[in-house]
């Protein structure tokens, strides 16, 4: 099949490409030339393992293009799929800006029959305003339709996931359209949920929402658990174990971040509020959230006292690991309030620096954790790459000026930790009876948020 991608971020992207693996001609387009340039001459402008072999065989087999001109694009293709952006308005409402300006010009453009399909994330409804800007700008009268298909790709394994999705949703209101989907997707034998285009939009929102509330919950127990003396790794990994609640996204830390779930969760909580109900639930959700960051904050400054001049090491930047995406990066709460408060701040991320870099310039960037550990006066672990597992605290402890760490993803074993001498600080763990003052100290504040 011949289909267009609008808007080649990581979504687009990947979907154009692992399209395109599948056999399909596809043509990429965004309206960044500096995106598209660098795309046209074999260079990948985000981290997403596995993409980079996929882009290059593909390219080069004729079978992927990449394009700024709306006109090729949507002349040559039978489906459209837009996978533009859909920030934060500020407000919490969805931005969804960019979807009416591709799809202005997919009307203006549209030459033939055209399955134009959501595959950004969007509120209800906004199936039915592509539908109407389009039939709006169709001057020729050419035969189009709407369909939605909401993605469910996680940064990091996006190519694995495109490719061995759980389930794939489509919301169609024709056969025409079902079946051209259904055809798309034939080669993954997954089920297939078919639905109205209202529904699947609702789905991805509902999915989202319903991930972010085990993260807060977690993190909820997580907070018990310091009050009582409990320890949520072994409380999740039991919670987790029931099939029924499953242990995905049970694990206690600084909070979620990234370029979907804040957004999608305040979209969708603005949504409610607009249809007249009070979505409680979800903005407990986003409380708790933002109360997390926090946390981690407090521990920082119950362990070092005084931040002012002191040297505190970052490591992870990236929302998760496995990406080089900052969006609404749980690190960039703690940095700011480092920053504020006249610390020093080293950092690491195996992928993330080059974007920090345009955000915080003034952090020292170093090649490697044990860099940043060197005459650091707390460590604090925020993105849980798989290298930090394998790091020789022993060698840490060391060349530290102070062994604090901060262990903002629970990564490590606090008693081991404590045995190598470090004042180790996790979030909801039991800490053994032989602290310090500083240790006990971190958890008295919290008892007043109570
Ligand atoms: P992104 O910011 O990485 O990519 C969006 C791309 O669209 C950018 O390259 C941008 O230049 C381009 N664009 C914006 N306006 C345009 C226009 N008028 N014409 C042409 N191109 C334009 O975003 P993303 O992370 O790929 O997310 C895209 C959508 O998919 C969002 O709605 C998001 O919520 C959803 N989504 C994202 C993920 C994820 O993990 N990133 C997963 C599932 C769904």
Same mark, same amino acid.
Not at 258 to 284: N, T
Not at 330 to 338: R, S, T
Not at 405 to 428: H, S
């Given at each position: 099949m011949?289909?267009?991608?609008?808007?080649?971020?990581?979504?687009?992207?990947?979907?154009g490409t692992c399209?395109?693996?599948?056999?399909?001609?596809?043509?990429?387009?965004?309206?960044?030339?500096?995106?598209?340039?660098?795309?046209?001459?074999?260079?990948?402008?985000?981290?997403?393992?596995?993409?980079?072999?996929?882009?290059?065989?593909n390219t080069k087999a004729g079978r992927l293009q990449f394009t700024d001109d709306f006109k090729v694009a949507v002349e040559s293709s039978e489906v459209i799929f837009i996978t533009v952006g859909t920030p934060d308005k500020g407000n919490g409402e969805a931005d969804l800006s960019a979807i009416e300006a591709v799809t202005q010009k997919i009307g203006s453009l549209i030459n033939g029959y055209k399955l134009v399909v959501e595959k950004s994330t969007v509120p209800v409804e906004t199936g039915k305003w592509i539908e109407r800007i389009i039939r709006t700008n169709n001057r020729n009268g050419a035969h189009f339709e709407v369909a939605s298909n909401p993605e469910f790709l996680r940064e990091g394994s996006a190519v694995e996931d495109f490719m061995r999705p759980?389930?794939?949703?489509?919301?169609?209101?024709?056969p025409r359209a079902e079946k051209i989907l259904r055809e798309l997707y034939n080669p993954f034998s997954v089920p297939i949920i078919a639905t109205d285009i209202k529904s699947a939009e609702l789905? @991805?929102?509902?999915?989202?929402?319903?991930?972010?509330?085990k993260i807060s919950f977690i993190n909820a127990i997580a907070n018990i658990c310091e009050r009582v003396g409990a320890d949520v790794v072994k409380v999740a990994e039991a919670i987790g174990l029931d099939r029924r609640i499953g242990k995905d996204f049970l694990n206690a830390g600084l909070g979620?971040?990234?370029?979907?779930?804040?957004?999608?969760?305040?979209?969708?909580?603005?949504?409610?509020?607009?249809?007249?109900?009070?979505?409680?639930?979800?903005k407990a959700v986003e409380e708790i959230n933002r109360e997390q960051n926090r946390l981690v904050t407090r521990k920082i400054e119950s362990a070092l006292w005084i931040i002012e001049g002191k040297t505190v090491?970052?490591?992870?930047?990236a929302?998760?690991?496995?990406?080089?995406?900052?969006?609404?990066?749980?690190?960039?709460?703690?940095?700011?309030?480092?920053?504020?408060?006249?610390?020093?701040?080293?950092?690491?991320?195996?992928?993330?620096?080059?974007?920090?870099?345009?955000?915080?310039?003034?952090?020292?960037?170093?090649?490697?954790?044990?860099?940043?550990?060197?005459?650091?006066?707390?460590?604090?672990?925020?993105?849980?790459?798989?290298?930090? @597992?394998?790091?020789?605290?022993?060698?840490i402890k060391t060349v530290m000026k102070q062994p604090i760490l901060v262990d903002a993803r629970n990564l490590c074993n606090p008693l081991e930790m404590e045995k190598l001498?470090?004042?180790?600080?996790?979030?909801?763990?039991?800490?053994?009876?032989?602290?310090?003052?500083?240790?006990?100290?971190?958890?008295?504040?919290?008892?007043?948020?109570?």
């Amino acid at each position: 099949m011949k289909l267009t991608i609008i808007g080649t971020g990581y979504v687009g992207l990947v979907t154009g490409t692992c399209f395109a693996e599948l056999g399909h001609q596809v043509i990429c387009l965004d309206n960044d030339l500096e995106k598209v340039a660098k795309l046209k001459a074999g260079q990948i402008p985000i981290y997403e393992p596995g993409l980079e072999e996929l882009l290059a065989r593909n390219t080069k087999a004729g079978r992927l293009q990449f394009t700024d001109d709306f006109k090729v694009a949507v002349e040559s293709s039978e489906v459209i799929f837009i996978t533009v952006g859909t920030p934060d308005k500020g407000n919490g409402e969805a931005d969804l800006s960019a979807i009416e300006a591709v799809t202005q010009k997919i009307g203006s453009l549209i030459n033939g029959y055209k399955l134009v399909v959501e595959k950004s994330t969007v509120p209800v409804e906004t199936g039915k305003w592509i539908e109407r800007i389009i039939r709006t700008n169709n001057r020729n009268g050419a035969h189009f339709e709407v369909a939605s298909n909401p993605e469910f790709l996680r940064e990091g394994s996006a190519v694995e996931d495109f490719m061995r999705p759980d389930r794939i949703v489509i919301g169609v209101e024709s056969p025409r359209a079902e079946k051209i989907l259904r055809e798309l997707y034939n080669p993954f034998s997954v089920p297939i949920i078919a639905t109205d285009i209202k529904s699947a939009e609702l789905i @991805k929102h509902a999915s989202n929402s319903f991930l972010s509330t085990k993260i807060s919950f977690i993190n909820a127990i997580a907070n018990i658990c310091e009050r009582v003396g409990a320890d949520v790794v072994k409380v999740a990994e039991a919670i987790g174990l029931d099939r029924r609640i499953g242990k995905d996204f049970l694990n206690a830390g600084l909070g979620f971040g990234g370029s979907c779930f804040p957004k999608d969760l305040a979209a969708f909580i603005r949504l409610a509020e607009k249809v007249g109900y009070d979505f409680k639930l979800l903005k407990a959700v986003e409380e708790i959230n933002r109360e997390q960051n926090r946390l981690v904050t407090r521990k920082i400054e119950s362990a070092l006292w005084i931040i002012e001049g002191k040297t505190v090491g970052i490591l992870g930047l990236a929302f998760k690991p496995g990406t080089d995406d900052l969006r609404n990066a749980p690190c960039l709460g703690v940095i700011e309030f480092l920053l504020r408060e006249g610390a020093k701040v080293k950092a690491y991320d195996p992928q993330a620096m080059e974007k920090a870099k345009k955000i915080f310039p003034q952090l020292s960037y170093c090649a490697d954790p044990y860099e940043v550990a060197r005459e650091s006066d707390c460590l604090v672990l925020v993105t849980e790459w798989d290298e930090f @597992k394998r790091l020789q605290f022993s060698t840490i402890k060391t060349v530290m000026k102070q062994p604090i760490l901060v262990d903002a993803r629970n990564l490590c074993n606090p008693l081991e930790m404590e045995k190598l001498g470090f004042n180790y600080i996790g979030i909801g763990r039991k800490q053994s009876i032989s602290q310090d003052n500083r240790m006990t100290e971190w958890s008295k504040p919290l008892y007043n948020t109570l």
